[in-house]
């Protein structure tokens, strides 16, 4: 079994920056993809990034692309995404999710383990 914990989360201003960060316990996650999801208020849970297992290759959401970025450190087994530049279309619970492959996926359905989220609100 697989235990992910984000933490990271709060209130800012559009503009400010945040870093999540989702530590895993339990089975060793440093062989498989990561990746953090995002669902605002009425709406239905989206990518927003994802991490090879090695950290050697990431894919972003076009929304995120520039302003966001996603690392891993395999020795904590910790994940991270820090977001800058932040935007009020930014805010909603963010979920870290430990994916089934090792190499990066969009795809929900290939995430096996997810975190019980943390909320990031930009206010504007």
């Known amino acids: 079994q697989v235990h992910l914990v984000e933490s990271g989360g709060g209130l800012v201003q559009a503009g400010a920056s945040l870093r999540l960060s989702c530590v895993s316990s339990?089975?060793?996650?440093?062989?498989?993809?990561m990746g953090w999801f995002r669902q605002a208020p009425g709406k239905e849970r989206e990518f927003v990034t994802s991490?090879?297992?090695?950290?050697?290759?990431?894919d972003y959401a076009d929304s995120v692309k520039g302003r966001f970025t996603v690392s891993r450190d395999n020795a904590k087994n910790t994940v991270y995404l820090q977001m800058n530049s932040l935007k009020p279309g930014d805010t909603a619970v963010y979920y870290c999710?430990?994916?089934?492959?090792?190499?990066?996926?969009?795809?929900?359905?290939?995430?096996?383990?997810w975190g019980q989220g943390t909320q990031v609100t930009v206010s504007s």
């Open positions: 339990g089975r060793t996650s440093s062989n498989y993809a």
């Open positions: 991490i090879s297992w090695s950290g050697g290759s990431t």
């Open positions: 999710a430990r994916s089934r492959r090792r190499y990066t996926s969009t795809l929900q359905s290939d995430y096996d383990y």
